[in-house]
């Protein structure tokens, strides 16, 4: 199984049905097979903050909720996961292409690359770090029963190389 594919797989598994995206470049395969699919509300989003904020009323209107976005959004983010999401106990998955990884060739990409592991960890935001497609699929399974369970938002960081 492929990256992508395994990304929308562990989606769909564990039935996933309302997802808001930031365009990423990376994510572009797995936005495209969630776009195929009737069974998953998509809500393209021109800012994390907004798409934290749809999916916050998504899931208190029974909706199993992620984002799909990229790190450097994870800095506008800040306020409304530490305001909301933790503070209502709000769940929601993360899928963020991690730049400014190991084989990233845009320079500025760098620093925020280095500071997303710091900000989840700042945040107390459990995350997991897959170098297989298999992992992966394992990784979004676990963290989304842990959302579930702690009603807390959980991570995944796809770096450069998980590509």
Partial sequence: MDSSKAIYKALKDNNINFIVSVPCINLARVLEMIDQDKEIKH???????????IAAGAYMAGENT???MQNSGLGNSINVIAS?????????????????????FITAQIPMGEATPLIL???NIPYHVPSTPEEAYNNIRSAWKLAKAKKH????LLEVSFW
Avoid: C, D, N
């Fill in 121 to 123: 960890e700042a945040l």
């Fill in 43 to 53: 809500i393209p989003v021109t800012r994390e903050e907004e798409g934290f904020g």
């Fill in 84 to 104: 909301l999401y933790k503070l209502y106990r709000i769940p929601i998955l993360m899928i963020i292409s991690h730049r400014g990884t190991r084989g990233e």
């Fill in 153 to 156: 938002p959980t991570a995944i």
């Fill in 66 to 68: 992620a984002i799909l």
